[in-house]
Every structure is written in C-alpha cells, then in structure tokens.
C-alpha cells in the first residue's frame, strides 16, 4: 500500500472522528492540515482532484476518497481495529490450548 495522507481543516469534528478511527484500527498515515487560503485548496487538488476536505489519498484501489462519512466507512470495510485483531489472536491460543488439553484427556 502506498502512503495513506489525510487533508483535513486544522480543529474540525470530522477531523477528530477520522483521526479516532485510524488510531482505532491501527494504521499508519499522514495529516496534512490545510488551510481555506486559494493556494492551499489549489495544492489539494493538484494531489488528489478534489478541493474539498476531508479528503483521504494514497490509496491502492482508489484515487482518494472525499468527505468524513466515506472516510470512515472505507475505512470500517476495509480493515480491522486492533482489538479486534487481538481478540482473534487471543481465541487462537485459546483454541489449541483447549485442544492441547482435550487431547491429553
């Protein structure tokens, strides 16, 4: 996977909510606050073809994706959070010291 980058207002509620769901599930990624000046929403653009933000770019599948809402749902569809991750490791070791056991018996 290339590098993901997050562009974002600087102190929004969208931004706070993505940023939660990234440290949730764990991922690496880049914020680039941007500001509403021309020049900067001209930089955004030039990156990721959207001069909106919240915009999301870096991809494998997909150019970027714009707004907080799909955001956050490309996110949940696409990867685990970390305690889910460890929930699933945990039940592993469960498992096959449970079938350890069983077999023992």
Do not use: C
Request: hydrophobic share 30%.
């Amino acid at each position: 996977m290339t590098e993901l980058n997050l562009y974002v207002l600087k102190d929004t509620e969208d931004k706070e909510n993505i940023i939660s769901r990234f440290d949730e599930i764990g991922l690496d990624y880049n914020v680039v606050t941007v500001s509403e000046d021309e020049a900067e929403r001209d930089r955004v653009e030039s990156i990721t073809g959207q001069r909106e933000v919240p915009v999301l770019s870096g991809l494998d599948d997909r150019q970027y994706i714009q707004g907080s809402e799909e955001i956050i749902n490309y996110l949940n569809e696409n990867y685990q959070s970390k305690s889910w991750r460890r929930k699933e490791k945990i039940s592993d070791v469960v498992y096959h010291v449970l079938d350890g056991i069983l077999e023992f018996l």
